[in-house]
């Protein structure tokens, strides 16, 4: 595998997570505009992809591959606890 084929590899394994988070940051901005009013877009996208890009991998050496509906279940887990715990904390 050439060095550009395990860019494009990891690239995709962790694609989901960010546009998953970055989606769900969005629609928690526009559902909850005075709860997150400080809070900025970029911050919740942040935390909730690397909690969904850690989640992807606590289901690649729990379940031993990627694809399975449980590990996708541990990328969601990972977006949302992060976003929710940006959400109830006051924001300085």
Not at 76 to 86: D, E, F, T
């Amino acid at each position: 595998m050439s060095p550009l084929d395990a860019f494009w590899h990891l690239s995709n394994l962790f694609a989901p997570a960010w546009l998953v988070a970055a989606l769900m940051a969005a629609g928690a901005k526009l559902l909850w505009r005075r709860e997150l009013k400080a809070r900025r877009w970029q911050d919740l996208t942040l935390w909730g992809g690397i909690g969904g890009s850690l989640g992807v991998i606590a289901a690649l050496l729990l379940l031993g591959r990627d694809g399975k509906m449980a590990g996708y279940g541990l990328m969601l887990l990972g977006i949302s606890l992060p976003q929710c715990y940006l959400s109830l904390r006051p924001a300085r």
